[in-house]
């Protein structure tokens, strides 16, 4: 019976971004969102306690946390392999998200530019949900942006371009 497992199936993504309350205080997460760290990786945080982007005294990174952990004295984090390449996938995801620029023509942009001043983070959201369902977007901006959109260039390590 799927209802005694204490992990359920399921194909939702995992979150990997911390939790923060209301506060602005970071947390370890609760059972519906639990961080991905501990909760991936039971033997090495066997108690629950110590994962990344969890409340501490001081803030640490992300990057900075992954650094300390490859280089922990009995090696445990540098040995698991899972481990290594998850914290690697994490942080070149939020290297994406953090550096991706969408490029336009000039003469593209300067045609339009008015109209893309005007779009604000909710037709994003509301194109993103319609691009979801496979609906083409329902604001004319935002369609006019998508045909003149002729690149996304990022620099994130271990892609092509970090390399230049």
């Not at 779009?119 to 319609?130: C, G, K, Q, R, Y």
Request: proline content about 5%.
């Amino acid at each position: 019976k799927e209802d005694s497992y204490i992990v359920q199936h399921g194909s939702d993504f995992v979150n990997e971004y911390p939790r923060v309350d209301v506060h602005g205080t970071q947390y370890a997460g609760s059972t519906d969102n639990p961080n991905h760290l501990l909760g991936a990786f039971p033997c090495l945080f066997p108690y629950g306690f110590g994962g990344f982007e969890v409340q501490r005294p001081r803030r640490i990174s992300y990057e900075a946390h992954a650094k300390w952990s490859m280089k922990y004295a009995d090696k445990r984090f540098r040995k698991d392999l899972h481990f290594m390449f998850q914290v690697f996938g994490v942080i070149q995801k939020r290297q994406v998200c953090k550096s991706a620029v969408l490029q336009v023509r000039k003469k593209t942009f300067h045609e339009n530019k008015a109209s893309f001043t005007r779009l604000t983070p909710e037709d994003l959201i509301v194109a993103s949900h319609e691009e979801a369902q496979q609906k083409p977007p329902s604001n004319p901006i935002i369609r006019s942006l998508r045909k003149h959109i002729t690149a996304v260039r990022t620099k994130v390590v271990g892609t092509d371009e970090s390399r230049i």
